[in-house]
């Protein structure tokens, strides 16, 4: 049986994971120049390495959150669909969260590859194509949920902030 609401856990993984993401996307930090500094073999300012670090210590915790995420997903379940969203919606919604999955592990994944690793096409995925699909996905993911708001009038918000 599905659950009529996600669990707080659920909901404070999602919000948490949320805050880390637009500030990653926001504010990328010194994470390049960093990366450039020390690939000519210079050494960064600690103002540099703070700024470098948090961007690291977000991406690493939103890995860890994503992953405790998908664990609670299969463990707790998660809601069904609203029966107002039209089936064809379903599916995509279905796909979008999958993808939306996949990124928030190939992105730190990249951007481990990239530091770590000094894996340089890596770098350019992490910057390039994963956080331009990202930005879409957030965009699509908050359009999607002001149509089932004002739309579809579902409490798929209400479901994730409410938990009703």
Excluded: C
């Excluded at 049986?1 to 637009?22: C, D, E, G, N």
């Excluded at 592990?105 to 770590?116: D, H, N, T, W």
């Amino acid at each position: 049986m599905k659950p009529l609401s996600y669990s707080v856990p659920q909901r404070a993984l999602h919000w948490l994971t949320v805050l880390l993401i637009f500030f990653n996307l926001l504010l990328p930090g010194q994470i390049e120049r960093v990366t450039d500094l020390l690939g000519g073999g210079k050494t960064p300012t600690p103002e540099e390495w703070t700024s470098a670090n948090l961007h690291i210590y977000s991406g690493f915790a939103i890995l860890a959150f994503t992953a405790l995420r998908l664990i609670l997903r299969f463990i707790q379940g998660v809601p069904a669909a609203p029966a107002e969203e039209p089936a064809f919606f379903q599916l995509v919604a279905k796909l979008a969260h999958a993808l939306i999955y996949a990124l928030l592990i190939a992105m730190p994944l990249a951007g481990i590859a990239k530091f770590y690793g000094h894996i340089g096409i890596a770098g350019f995925i992490h910057g390039g194509p994963m956080k331009l699909a990202l930005w879409f996905l957030v965009i699509a993911h908050i359009g999607a949920v002001f149509v089932h708001k004002f739309y579809w009038k579902t409490n798929i918000l209400d479901r994730m902030t409410k938990g009703v």
